[in-house]
T-cell receptor, first 114, second 114 residues
């Protein structure tokens, strides 16, 4: 397996624009997580899915953020409209059967909002 | 609240010395404590984890200890090498609001000098 695949690797956009980040988890993994990493706040859990169903989205900063998982092999994180304070590295991770197991992270999407 | 505190934020050691990183958690129901290593520009990767039914676990030069009564756990790296230089994150599963989720500490930047 190629591991967790994220795209784009880098995104530079202007304030107010819509941003869509994409993730393909490892095949057969039941859990998918979206984390955001910044210097100030470290690794923050935004939302996670179990079998494509959102379980906990309490970490989503505000209504500008939304996430979907239409099938077992694809998830998106959307920010609309984007703001400079959204600049961060967004990681997608998957785990096989449980939250309390190894998380396999993607390489991350570095977002810069000007 | 949901909290994992990690200390120190930076740690500098000479090659061959030992390094210790400490974390405390707030949820007495937590039972899973992983450690992740993130090299510069790379994704976090699991290096070792411990569950609440054991007090210590070793894997070659790394070990983790857990004190459930005091709600703290530590990472020990012996005979440090320059390739150990990275940011290390502790984490704990937090069972709040009916959800089980992994919360990360703020990270420790370890520098090993030859």
């Amino acid at each position: 397996d190629a591991g967790v695949i994220q795209s784009p690797r880098h995104e530079v956009t202007e304030m107010g624009q819509e941003v869509t980040l994409r993730c393909k988890p490892i095949s057969g993994h039941d859990y998918l997580f979206w984390y955001r990493q910044t210097m100030m706040r470290g690794l923050e859990l935004l939302i996670y899915f179990n079998n494509n169903v959102p379980i906990d989205d309490s970490g989503m900063p505000e209504d500008r953020f939304s996430a979907k998982m239409p099938n077992a092999s694809f998830s998106t994180l959307k920010i609309q409209p984007s703001e400079p304070r959204d600049s961060a590295v967004y990681f997608c991770a998957s785990s096989e059967r449980t939250v309390t197991g190894e998380l396999f992270f993607g390489e991350g999407s570095r977002l810069t909002v000007l | 609240g949901e909290n994992v505190e990690q200390h120190p934020s930076t740690l500098s050691v000479q090659e061959g010395d030992s390094a210790v990183i400490k974390c405390t958690y707030s949820d007495s129901a937590s039972n899973y404590f992983p450690w992740y290593k993130q090299e510069l520009g790379k994704r976090p990767q699991l290096i070792i984890d411990i569950r609440s039914n054991v007090g210590e676990k070793k894997d070659q030069r790394i070990a983790v200890t857990l004190n459930k009564t005091a709600k703290h756990f530590s990472l020990h790296i012996t005979e440090t090498q320059p390739e150990d230089s990275a940011v290390y994150f502790c984490a704990a599963n937090i069972l709040g609001g009916g959800y089980n989720k992994l919360i990360f500490g703020a990270g420790t930047r370890l520098a090993v000098h030859p």
